[in-house]
């Protein structure tokens, strides 16, 4: 089993920033990748960003330069860094954690974290 916790949202002005934190624990072993993925209100689950197994990151095109996806391996902690926030950033904001184990494949979500930006 996997646990996820994510931290960091809140209520920001346009144009501010964010840092969201997604801290796993439990039985972390053959990770493929973290993701970021946002939800807002009416909308479908949008991948934001991702992070994989062996390190390599990218980030959706529509939010390139504006976020930026990290880890920090010793922590089990995946970062979202959000710069130049806008209104439609407005979402919530879920980590997902995918493995491989014995062939098969396992997912598991965070709770959310709540981010609004206000104009």
């Known amino acids: 089993q996997v646990q996820l916790v994510e931290s960091g949202g809140g209520l920001v002005q346009l144009g501010g920033s964010l840092r969201l934190s997604c801290a796993a624990s439990?039985?972390?072993?053959?990770?493929?990748?973290m993701e970021w993925y946002r939800q807002a209100p009416g909308k479908q689950r949008e991948l934001v960003a991702v992070?994989?197994?062996?390190?390599?990151?990218n980030v959706s095109d529509s939010l390139k330069g504006r976020f930026t996806i990290s880890r920090d391996d010793p922590k089990n902690t995946v970062y979202l860094q959000m710069n130049s926030l806008k209104p439609e950033d407005t979402a919530t904001y879920y980590c997902?954690?995918?493995?491989?184990?014995?062939?098969?494949?396992?997912?598991?979500w965070g709770q959310g974290t709540q981010v609004t930006v206000s104009s």
């Open positions: 997902k954690l995918r493995q491989v184990v014995y062939g098969s494949n396992w997912e598991y």
């Open positions: 439990g039985d972390l072993f053959s990770i493929s990748a």
């Open positions: 992070v994989t197994g062996d390190g390599n990151t």
